[in-house]
């Protein structure tokens, strides 16, 4: 296998250029849970950098770089992965990989989540984690969210990415025709109370950016908006908890149909 | 006003030495909306640092400034403030306080959240966001939590703290005894699922670290513990989203036995 010991090679800089965000449709995924999994669902990285320390410890690391092969696997020196490691202990290995872009679907007939310009990483990673944890398959992302697959939405999502579809710098004022389930949006005027409503079973969720909100425009394309009752004075839920107590909100009345439903047989 | 030039001064370096953490029972608050609450809640800060260029144009400061006296308002160079700021934009105006800590109390009869080792300062402030705006007014954190007055859980709480009281480094098992509500943790084995339960008017939520959950010693005094219905091959969720989820279908219940309370009326 080869070996790089100075950070002026060519492929080690490629891959430290790329920081913390995807740069010309790339990424860096680092530690062995998640470079396995992109294993299991994409096939091969374009480049793997193992820790050749750890790599000599450790036989997890060990298989992996076996299975991919000397064409695509590489050894470091310690320090040089250290200095690439987006999290404070590195896991020994990072993938360079290009950014999946799955075609959007000519039309959408089951629930998704819709994101407009939600910027925070951390906000947009657990998003997508709650998205998937709520049987959720496809995420739609504006232009000016969060890049998807950058190190720190990929570290707050914690492996949902590998259970979505996800659509990034959607248009989705034009995507909206294609929509054949109704589009719910959050909003503090104009709303009525979640928890008085009986939910489709599948929607659109449509969340906004942190300060701001959806956008006017596509809140007037909305369905449906809808506002989560709070304790007087306070009225603020941070995006992503939002989020998770509208999606479970429709799980909750989902999973109570289909108790009805059982035992209607 | 005493005017600030060199990062030598004894008073500036003890600010900058508080960085992102409390330290001996201090923390550093920035930013007029957080300065301003903090003033009506809590009255005086120990020292409050403006901008000296921002104070001069921004009237809203200026008037801070008055208020607060030459006794404690200093002002400094710009590009001292911009070292000493947490955020990218800072906002002209710093205070030193010391953390309240308000006495717990003998006997809980309402409901509060219990923090176990909840370790990311993003989710302990956006824990305290969730729980205020879910009506909540006291927090219990265990030691080994993110500190709550810090820098990063301000920011993520967003002005949570003044709408509750916060309780840190609390030996949660040896508190047990005080709740006189039942205490609710969330598990992930030899649980029941939220949806099923009818919750209680008041109870103690418990959630625990991010990794590891509740500790098996406080998951064992635990009254009931829940879990949340998750999509198959999925089953995880953020602590933030978790707990969004469970103490807004607590108040989504009660909610409904209000509403239902009036229309027997």
């Given at each position: 296998m080869k070996h790089i010991s100075s950070r002026d090679n060519p492929l080690y800089k490629r891959l430290a250029r790329l920081g913390d965000g995807k740069r010309d449709g790339h990424t860096m995924l680092e530690g062995i849970h998640v470079c396995q999994t992109w294993v299991d669902r994409y096939?091969?990285?374009e480049l793997a950098l193992f820790d050749g320390e750890r790599l000599a410890q450790n036989a997890e690391l060990g298989a992996l770089a076996q299975a991919l092969g000397s064409r695509v696997a590489l050894s470091c020196d310690s320090r040089l992965m250290r200095n690439l490691s987006q999290v404070e202990h590195g896991q020994g290995v990072c993938f360079l990989v290009s950014v999946p872009e799955p075609l959007r679907p000519a039309s959408v007939a089951e629930s998704c989540l819709w994101l407009d310009r939600v910027q925070d990483p951390g906000n947009v990673g657990t998003l997508l984690r709650t998205a998937a944890a709520a049987g959720i398959h496809h995420v739609y992302l504006s232009e000016?969210?969060?890049?998807?697959?950058?190190a720190k939405v990929l570290r707050s999502a914690q492996g949902a990415h590998f259970s979505l579809s996800i659509y990034e710098r959607v248009d989705l004022l034009a995507e909206?025709?294609?929509?054949k389930v109704p589009l719910i949006a959050t909003a503090l005027a104009q709303a009525r109370s979640i928890y008085t409503l009986a939910l489709p079973r599948h929607c659109a969720w449509l969340f906004g950016h942190e300060g701001q909100g959806v956008q006017p425009a596509l809140l007037a394309a909305a369905d449906e908006r809808v506002f989560i009752p709070q304790a007087p004075g306070v009225e603020s839920l941070n995006v992503a908890a939002a989020a998770a107590v509208c999606l479970f909100e429709h799980r909750r009345q989902w999973l109570d149909q289909a108790a009805d439903f059982r035992n209607a047989l």
């Open positions: 096939g091969m990285p000016g969210s969060a890049a998807a697959w950058s909206r025709d294609k929509l």
